[in-house]
């Protein structure tokens, strides 16, 4: 298993409410698998990713990553993780303005400790993601579905073992949405494995051979168990 997730929980309180965001989330991937998880906005989706991903330390249970778990590594470990395992794509491109793409795909490699890419990779993704010619471009000449591919180039830099996507193609029309599902299967052939999140159920169903769970009221799992859950939950009350 690349990941692991074990009885994974996240509450949160805002205005004297506590909201479960994850809740007892058990949930497992094998390398090379493509996970789509479906969920209204709200089912807490970008929780679980940024659990998975090492960025929200969990109230209770943990999250393995190739085998260790998030929170018992050091801090440098940790960050090395967050860098070079895993490539983060999240629903808004958030690129650097004063950069061109091609710095902005090189980005990553400042950090961590054992980055794994180098320019000629990065020219190399431009190409594959479509956007070569606009290496020396900055940003802002860029249109919406570019911006996106550029920081999508730039979450492949290091070749993670893992993509976290959350809402990649929020926003965007549905060729496009199509050529950055494209690109995630051509790296997905390679071996990468990939967790999408999204509430689009065009782009959850559209998507073969890959594995589709549901996500509603911090609950995962598979259309029918999320729905006895929740019918349990409303009956416990
Ligand atoms: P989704 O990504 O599916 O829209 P989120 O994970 O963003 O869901 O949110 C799940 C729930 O947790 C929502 O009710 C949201 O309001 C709440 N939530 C998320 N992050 C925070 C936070 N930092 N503080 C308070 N509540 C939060
Ligand atoms: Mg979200």
């Not at 679980?48 to 990553?65: A, E, K, M, W």
């Not at 959350?166 to 790296?187: A, H, S, V, W």
Request: charged share 25%.
């Amino acid at each position: 298993m690349i990941i692991e997730c074990r009885d994974l929980h996240k509450e949160y309180s805002a205005d004297n409410r506590v909201v479960t965001a994850v809740h007892n989330v058990n949930f497992s991937v094998e390398k090379g698998e493509f996970v789509v998880i479906l969920g209204h906005s709200g089912s807490g989706k970008t929780t679980l990713l940024s659990l998975i991903g090492g960025l929200t330390v969990p109230d209770r249970g943990s999250v393995f990553i190739n085998g260790i778990e998030n929170w018992q590594q050091s801090d440098e470990d940790l960050s090395d993780m967050r860098n070079c395992t895993i490539g983060f794509v999240f629903q808004f491109a958030s690129l650097i303005p004063t950069l061109t793409s091609l710095e902005n795909v090189l980005l990553p490699l400042s950090f961590g400790k054992r980055p794994r890419g180098d320019y000629q990779q990065a020219l190399e993704i431009l190409e594959l993601v479509g956007l070569k010619d606009k290496a020396n471009a900055f940003p802002s000449q860029l249109s919406g579905g570019q911006q996106r591919r550029i920081a999508i180039a730039r979450a492949f830099i290091n070749q993670p073992d893992i993509i976290l996507a959350d809402e990649p193609t929020g926003d965007l029309d549905e060729q496009t949405e199509k050529e950055i599902l494209d690109i995630f299967r051509k790296y997905n052939e390679k071996g990468m494995t990939f967790v999408v999140v999204t509430h689009n159920t065009h782009l959850a169903l559209t998507q073969k051979d890959a594995r589709v769970l549901e996500m509603r009221q911090g609950i995962l799992g598979d259309r029918i168990s999320v729905q006895e859950k929740i019918k349990d939950m409303i009956g416990a009350v």
